[in-house]
C-alpha cells in the first residue's frame, strides 16, 4: 500500500455503489443503491457510512479513486451531449457503413447499429492527408470558418474532428480546433489525432465521436462531484480509473472520457490479479457479477489480457460485433447481461431467457418492494434459499420472497406450468449456463484450457453463482477474498497509476528503420510518462513497450511484448523472432516466406504495482461454527437439500466448512455447493475445492 494512510475506493455500478476506505491497513466498506439522477448523491451517502464506521471525517482523506459505469451507460442509451462531426469530404457515412461485416452471417433481416450521430450532425471539409502523411489537399482556413458558423447555428455542445490519416500528421485537426476556439470558445472539442492516433478510420471515428458524446455530460459531473466532496470536507486529490486498468487524473478524465468505458470491470480485475500475486497463481479466471451485468476475464502471470478494441451498446445479446467499437487501451474481457438485476421472461419457443434487460436500482428485482414487477436473478437466489431475506446489504434492507414467488409465477410459472421453486430453479440454471458459456467460447479464442485455472469470485452476486460455474466449467478451485462483494473498489485502490500512448505508423520489416523507431518509442515513451507525472510527480515510473505486428495481407495483427532494450536499440531480426514466437503459440505455427508489418506502437507507463506477501496455506482445522440451518437449492441434484448458515467473520485461518453451506456476510453470500469444500486462508479468502 503506498505511503498515503487514509484513501477512499468508489465505484459505481448500474444497481450499486461501492465505497472502500481503507486506513492504516483497515478496511471499511459498504454498498448504496446507485441514484441515477444525481450518482454523486450515492458517493456522498456511503462515504458518510464509511466514515462512520472507520471514526473519520472527509477532511482526513489522502486520496479518492473512483471508477464509474456513468460513461458507457450514457452511450448505450444515447444520453450525450448534441454533437457535431467535421470529417474528410468523402468519408462523411464512414460511421454508418461499419466495416460491411455481418456479426450474424445467415440472418436476412439483420439490423444494425444505428451511429452515434445522425447523417444531418456530420460535415465535411475539403483537404486530404494521404497514407505518408503528406499533404495531398491543403486545408482551406476560410472553409473551415464557413463551417463553424453552420455549426454554431445548431447549437452544438461538443464536436469531434476525425480527418483522413490524422494519426500520421494532425496539421488540419488542429487547425480545426484553433478555429473553434475563436469562434466557438464554450463549444468542447475532440481531436481524433489526440483521442486515438489509430489507424483504421471507423474505429478511429467512433472513439473520437464517442468521446465528444460524452464530454459535457462527464465534465459537468465530475465538477459537480470535486465540489460535493469538497463541500463535505474533502479536498484532497481525486483520480479516476480508467478501461486499461490504471488511474489518471481528474483533468485527463474530463478531457478523455472516453477512457473511463469499462472503468468499474477495470479495477475489478486488478484486484483479481492482486490476489493472484498474493498465491502465486499464473492462470486466473476472473469472475465478477454485479447487479447489471457479469464480467469474465483471463489472467496470465498476475497481469490482466488487454486489447486496443471495445464494443459499447452490443445490440444482439452482446453479440461480438453488434455494438459500436471505441479503440482505447482496454482490459480484454467477457461482459454479459446476466447480474443480479437481470429480468427473465418466456420467449416464443417458451424458453426462458435472461438479460440483458436489468430491473437496475429503480425500480429493482420485484423482491425490494420498490415496484419491481419482473422476476430478476435475485428473485431466483432468494427463492433458492441463497439469500437470506431478512439480512441482505447487512440488514440495511429487508428482501420480501413473496414479491420474488409472485414475479416468478407470473411471468415464467404461469407460461411454463412451474411453480416458483421450479422456475427460479430455471432462471438460475439459465443464467449461470450464459456466464459458463461465456467463458468457455472467451477460453477458445484466446486457446486456453480451464480447467487449468483458478476462479477469482467477486461482486455482489459472483460468489452465489461461482460454486456452479465451476462445476459447469471443470474449474477446481475458488477463491472469494475478502470484501468480494466490492472488489472493483477494492481494486481501485490497488490500481498503479498509468497511461497508454500509442500511433500507428506503418512500418515493414523489408522496410526496417531503426533510427525512426527509436525516435517514435521515445516520443511514446515522453508522452506516456507525462501523463503519469501529472497523477503523481514523484513516483518511480516503468515502461512497457509493444508493437503490434502481423503478416503481410492479413487483417489483424497480434500484441507483442518488447523490452525497453529492444525498444531503444531495434533489430529487424528481433523482432521478427519474437512475432513468430508469439504467432507460432497462438496459431501453431508461423507462415514462410512471408514479410512482417507493424502498424501500432505503443507504450505503457505505470507506476510499480504494490508488493504483496505470498500467502501461506492453512492447515486444515475445526469445522466452523453453524448460524444455523437453511434450506438450500442444489441445481446439480435439483432438489432442495439440507444446507447450514455460516458467519464469515466469525471464521479464522484453517475453519473448514462442508457444503451445502451459505457462508454470509454483509456485502454477499457464498454458496458451497454439496460437491465443494471450503476453507478459512490466512488473509480471510474462502479456498473451495472439490470433495476429497
Not at 314 to 330: D, E, H, N
Not at 462 to 490: D, F, N
Request: aromatic content about 6%; some cysteine; charged content about 20%.
Amino acid at each position: 500500500m503506498r505511503e498515503t494512510s487514509v484513501r477512499l475506493g468508489v465505484d459505481i455500478g448500474g444497481t450499486f455503489t461501492d465505497v472502500v476506505l481503507e486506513k492504516d491497513g483497515a478496511s471499511f466498506s459498504t454498498k448504496v443503491l446507485t441514484t441515477y439522477a444525481a450518482p454523486e448523491n450515492a458517493i456522498i451517502d456511503g462515504m458518510a457510512q464509511v466514515c462512520a464506521k472507520a471514526g473519520i471525517t472527509p477532511t482526513q482523506f489522502s486520496q479518492i479513486i473512483h471508477g464509474t459505469t456513468l460513461a458507457t451507460n450514457a452511450l448505450i442509451e444515447r444520453r450525450g451531449a448534441k454533437t457535431a462531426l467535421i470529417t474528410t469530404q468523402g468519408f462523411r457515412d464512414v460511421i454508418e457503413m461499419r466495416t460491411e461485416s455481418r456479426f450474424e452471417q445467415y440472418d436476412l433481416n439483420l439490423n444494425l447499429p444505428e451511429p452515434l450521430l445522425p447523417r444531418q450532425r456530420r460535415f465535411t471539409v475539403l483537404e486530404r492527408i494521404d497514407a505518408l502523411g503528406d499533404t495531398l489537399i491543403p486545408l482551406d482556413r476560410a472553409e473551415v470558418e464557413a463551417l463553424v458558423d453552420r455549426i454554431a447555428e445548431g447549437g452544438f455542445e461538443s464536436v469531434a474532428v476525425g480527418l483522413i490519416h490524422s494519426y500520421l500528421n494532425d496539421d488540419h485537426e488542429r487547425l480545426i480546433r484553433d478555429v473553434l476556439a475563436e469562434k466557438l470558445p464554450d463549444v468542447m472539442v475532440s481531436l481524433s489525432s489526440e483521442v486515438s492516433p489509430q489507424m483504421r478510420e471507423y474505429e478511429r471515428f467512433n472513439t473520437v465521436v464517442a468521446n465528444a458524446y460524452i464530454k459535457p455530460l462527464m465534465k459537468s459531473y465530475l465538477s459537480r462531484l470535486e465540489g460535493r466532496l469538497r463541500d463535505e470536507g474533502a479536498a484532497c486529490p481525486i483520480f479516476l480509473m480508467h478501461s486499461g486498468g490504471g488511474i489518471i487524473s481528474l483533468e485527463s478524465a474530463a478531457e478523455f472520457p472516453v477512457r473511463l468505458v469499462e472503468s468499474g470491470p477495470a479495477g475489478g480485475a486488478v484486484f483479481a490479479a492482486n490476489i493472484a500475486a498474493r498465491y502465486g497463481l499464473d492462470k486466473v479466471l476472473s469472475f465478477d457479477m454485479g447487479g447489471t451485468t457479469a464480467k469474465i476475464c483471463l489472467i496470465k502471470n498476475q497481469t490482466p489480457k488487454t486489447s486496443r478494441v471495445f464494443e459499447v451498446a452490443r445490440t444482439y445479446r452482446f453479440k461480438k460485433g453488434s455494438g459500436m467499437p471505441v479503440s482505447i487501451p482496454v482490459i480484454d474481457m467477457v461482459e454479459i447481461g446476466a447480474g443480479g438485476g437481470s429480468l427473465a421472461h418466456v420467449d416464443a419457443l417458451r424458453q426462458i431467457r435472461v438479460g440483458p434487460e436489468s430491473a437496475g436500482s429503480e425500480p429493482g428485482p420485484a423482491c425490494y418492494g420498490r415496484g419491481g414487477d419482473k422476476p430478476a436473478v435475485t428473485d431466483a437466489d432468494l427463492v433458492l434459499g441463497r439469500l437470506d431475506p431478512d439480512g441482505f446489504a447487512g440488514g440495511t434492507m429487508k428482501l420480501s420472497t413473496a414479491s420474488a414467488e409472485a414475479a416468478l409465477t407470473t411471468v415464467l410459472g404461469t407460461a411454463l406450468d412451474m411453480d416458483a421453486a421450479t422456475a427460479a430453479f430455471g432462471l438460475a440454471e439459465v443464467v449461470d449456463e450464459n456466464m459458463a458459456n461465456a467463458a468457455r467460447v472467451h477460453a477458445v479464442e484466446n486457446g486456453e484450457d480451464l480447467s487449468e485455472y483458478t476462479m477469482i469470485a467477486f461482486g455482489g452476486a459472483a460468489p452465489l453463482h461461482a460454486g456452479r460455474l465451476c462445476e459447469k466449467l471443470g474449474v477446481s478451485r475458488l477463491l472469494v477474498p475478502p470484501g468480494a462483494g466490492v472488489g472493483s473498489a477494492i481494486g481501485f485502490l490497488r490500481a498503479p497509476f498509468s497511461f497508454e500512448a500509442n500511433r500507428s505508423v506503418y512500418m515493414k520489416l523489408s522496410g526496417f528503420d531503426p533510427t525512426a523507431i527509436k525516435t517514435l518509442l521515445s516520443d511514446l515513451q515522453s508522452e506516456a510518462t507525462g501523463f503519469v507525472r501529472t497523477c503523481d510527480a514523484a513516483a518511480e515510473i516503468l515502461c512497457e513497450f509493444k508493437v503490434y505486428m502481423r503478416y503481410t495481407g492479413q487483417g489483424w495483427e497480434i500484441p507483442i511484448v518488447l523490452t525497453e532494450e529492444q525498444a531503444m536499440n531495434p533489430n529487424a531480426a528481433t523482432f521478427e523472432a519474437l512475432f513468430n514466437a508469439d504467432y507460432t503459440r497462438l496459431f501453431g505455427r508461423p507462415v514462410t516466406g512471408m514479410d512482417i508489418e507493424i502498424t501500432v506502437w505503443a507504450v505503457n507507463a505505470t507506476t510499480p504495482p504494490e508488493k504483496v506477501e505470498r500467502v501461506a496455506l492453512a492447515s486444515v482445522g475445526d469445522a466452523a461454527a453453524k448460524l444455523g440451518p437453511r434450506r438450500l437449492f442444489d441445481p446439480a441434484e435439483a432438489a432442495f437439500v439440507g444446507g447450514h448458515v455460516i458467519d464469515r467473520d466469525a471464521m479464522t485461518p484453517g475453519s473448514t466448512v462442508t457444503g451445502p453451506a451459505a457462508i454470509t456476510e454483509d456485502e454477499t453470500t457464498i454458496i458451497v455447493p454439496s460437491s465443494r469444500q471450503a476453507i478459512c486462508q490466512h488473509d480471510g479468502c474462502i479456498d473451495i475445492t472439490p470433495l476429497t
